[in-house]
């Protein structure tokens, strides 16, 4: 009984997880705290299982050493730029410590948090600056998302037709957000092994 009880859990877990026992170790980086950036950041690592869950404001850039495969997790909370209205936000204090850092080799992918109703315009739009950076160190970003499916005028982070990361919107339409991570990890975690 034990044995199939076991097993039946194994099961489980594999059908829920989306770990493979040779993947390494991600490491998930996110910013701000205590909002939707950091439920949905939990919500991708308890679906991974193998990730140490890290708040960005609480590292310096050579902590990406430890890691070969990295997600990032953002939100846009500026009217314009996030960077421009936020200055001392969590990833405004941890940007300019990846100032002339070499991350070629790694790979990243970003998550960003916004709002498709009240702000149309700008939507997931920190994500779009995040990805500048991101590229200028070298890394090789993956999980860019189609347009499909989401209903916006404008957004920096839409890039040679199609998002650079996978946006959420948890004010709207949060009944979407599982599926999404979902879709997405399927698509990003055979390129992290
Ligand atoms: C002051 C403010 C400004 C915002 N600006 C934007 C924006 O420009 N683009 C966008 O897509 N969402 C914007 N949002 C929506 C947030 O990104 C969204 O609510 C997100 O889930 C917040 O996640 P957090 O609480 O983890 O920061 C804004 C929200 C606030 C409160």
Do not use: C
């Amino acid at each position: 009984m034990a044995d199939l009880n076991f097993s039946i859990t194994m099961f489980y877990l594999k059908s829920h997880l989306f770990y493979t026992e040779n993947m390494t170790k991600i490491g998930l980086f996110y910013g701000p705290t205590e909002g939707n950036v950091e439920k949905v950041a939990k919500l991708i690592a308890s679906k991974i299982g193998n990730v140490d869950l890290v708040k960005v404001k609480e590292v310096d850039a050579d902590v990406f050493d430890k890691y070969d495969n990295i997600i990032l997790g953002i939100s846009t909370l500026g009217k314009h730029t996030w960077s421009s209205d936020n200055e001392g936000n969590d990833w405004d204090q941890f940007l300019p410590k990846l100032n002339g850092a070499d991350l070629k080799g790694k790979k990243v992918a970003i998550f960003g948090l916004g709002d498709h109703i009240a702000y149309a315009d700008f939507f997931v739009d920190a994500m779009g600056e995040l990805f500048e950076v991101v590229k200028e160190t070298g890394a090789t970003v993956i999980g860019g998302v189609s347009n499909e499916g989401y209903e916006y005028n404008e957004s920096r982070a839409f890039v040679n037709g199609k998002f650079v990361g996978l946006p959420i919107d948890e004010d709207f339409e949060d009944d979407l957000t599982e599926e999404r991570v979902d879709n997405w990890l399927k698509i990003i975690l055979p390129e992290m092994k």
